[in-house]
């Protein structure tokens, strides 16, 4: 059975950074895309960034220039550094897994998600 670990959240203050990890194992395929995505409370889930096998990458606009994501496939491992944090990026971010290789920020088409890492920036 597929299996999707987040680890990495915290809380920081205004500007700080964080990296997230996500692992991944048990998926029987190499070709897959990986997305993390936020749930801010009293809000919908969202798209933040993805990345297929190949390192093709998509960004969220709020994300782009700030956050970058990166994939080691032989560790089956993905991790998102987040710098210059603002108080509108907290809430639970989730690492998914989907069984295409073609990169999408819509939390729809991601199939395996991981229990979530909590990530609070405040003064």
């Known amino acids: 059975q597929v299996q999707v670990v987040e680890s990495g959240g915290g809380s920081v203050q205004p500007g700080g950074s964080l990296r997230l990890s996500c692992a991944v194992s048990a998926f029987t395929s190499d070709e897959y895309a990986i997305g993390w995505f936020r749930q801010a409370p009293e809000r919908e889930r969202e798209g933040v960034a993805c990345?297929?096998?190949?390192?093709?990458?998509l960004y969220e606009d709020s994300a782009k220039g700030r956050f970058t994501i990166s994939r080691d496939n032989a560790k089956r491992s993905v991790s998102l550094q987040m710098n210059s944090l603002k108080p509108e990026d907290t809430g639970v971010y989730y690492c998914?897994?989907?069984?295409?290789?073609?990169?999408?920020?819509?939390?729809?088409?991601?199939?395996?998600w991981g229990q979530g890492t909590q990530v609070t920036v405040s003064s």
């Open positions: 998914a897994v989907r069984s295409s290789d073609l990169i999408t920020l819509s939390p729809l088409f991601y199939r395996t």
């Open positions: 990345i297929s096998s190949s390192g093709r990458t």
